[in-house]
């Protein structure tokens, strides 16, 4: 596309920047979003945690804790390998292994 006039030229300048807007947009939703993985401790991993933790503390294997369907078998293991972590970091024995 070739421009002649001063119109046209403004006409693709106003085009140009709508296009930019939309990419902006777009660039900051694509940078906000969360993405998969691991994720931070945040309040929704702290309460599974804890959750696992507290059974842990009552008594419950691993296996029962997995059948119940809260956690999957390797997130219990990381669970209680986190768990372990801790209680050697503040110099508390952690429980027994199950």
Not at 19 to 36: D, F, H, I, Q, Y
Not at 49 to 59: A, L, S
Not at 65 to 85: C, N, Q, W
């Amino acid at each position: 596309m070739k421009i002649q006039t001063l119109e046209e030229a403004l006409k693709r300048i106003k085009e140009l920047e709508k296009e930019v807007a939309e990419l902006e947009k777009e660039n900051k939703r694509l940078r906000e979003r969360r993405s998969g993985g691991r994720k931070k401790h945040d309040e929704t991993w702290m309460n599974a945690y804890k959750g696992f933790i507290e059974k842990y503390r009552d008594g419950k294997s691993l296996a029962e804790i997995v059948a119940e369907g809260d956690v999957s078998r390797r997130t219990a293991y990381r669970y209680l390998a986190y768990y372990k972590e801790l209680q050697t970091k503040t110099d508390r024995p952690a429980d027994k292994k199950r």
